[in-house]
């Protein structure tokens, strides 16, 4: 647990950090949303509703994956806003009683919809842990259970800079830190 608060801690610290600077050097509000949009609002809203989930976490989320390219494509097969994997969004969408084709997963609402309800079935997984439940969308979950099987990192996510992925661990932070930047700029 301290170890989880200290890395919480400090990417709080940086988040302050950051927006000390922006107030020193005058950075407007306007610039800081054009970098952090509020874009598909719509579905976002609904889906985050709909699911019981922050939807200033999910912004994080696609601010992270895709940048709101809805057209994005990885390297690794991760398919449109949310980033989704194919097979992925193929055993969410059939749980939601849903048929899809990979073409469809481009779709925005589609994808946010499966996207926001893939990472709410690993909240649930994970007993609502958001540091391992942000791991296990970005490394995968067999990956995540193998490490908490072999004592890599803690059920309980208190040892996050534990994770073998120097990619997750970067991703986790980076989520965090624009999570916390959307709630300032829109709460």
Known sequence: MKKLAKFLTIVLILSSIFFILLKIIKIDDIIMKKMYPLKYTEYIERYAEEYDIDPYMVYAIIKAESNFNEYA??????????????????????????????????EPELNIRIGVKYFTDLLKKY?????????????????????????????????????????????????????????????
């Not at 690794?76 to 969408?93: C, F, H, K, P």
Request: cysteine-free.
């Open 73 to 106: 494509e990885s390297g690794s097969g991760a398919i449109g806003l949310m980033q989704v994997m194919e097979a992925t969004a193929m055993e969410t969408a059939k749980k939601m009683e849903l048929e899809i084709t990979e073409k469809e997963l481009f």
């Open 127 to 187: 007993e609502n842990n958001y540091g391992i439940s942000i791991v296990a969308y970005n490394a995968g979950i067999g990956n995540v259970d193998k490490w908490i099987e072999t004592g890599v990192i803690k059920k309980d996510g208190t040892d996050l800079e534990n994770v073998p992925f120097k990619e997750t661990n970067n991703y986790v932070r980076k989520i965090v830190r624009d999570y916390e930047i959307y709630k300032k700029l829109y709460e």
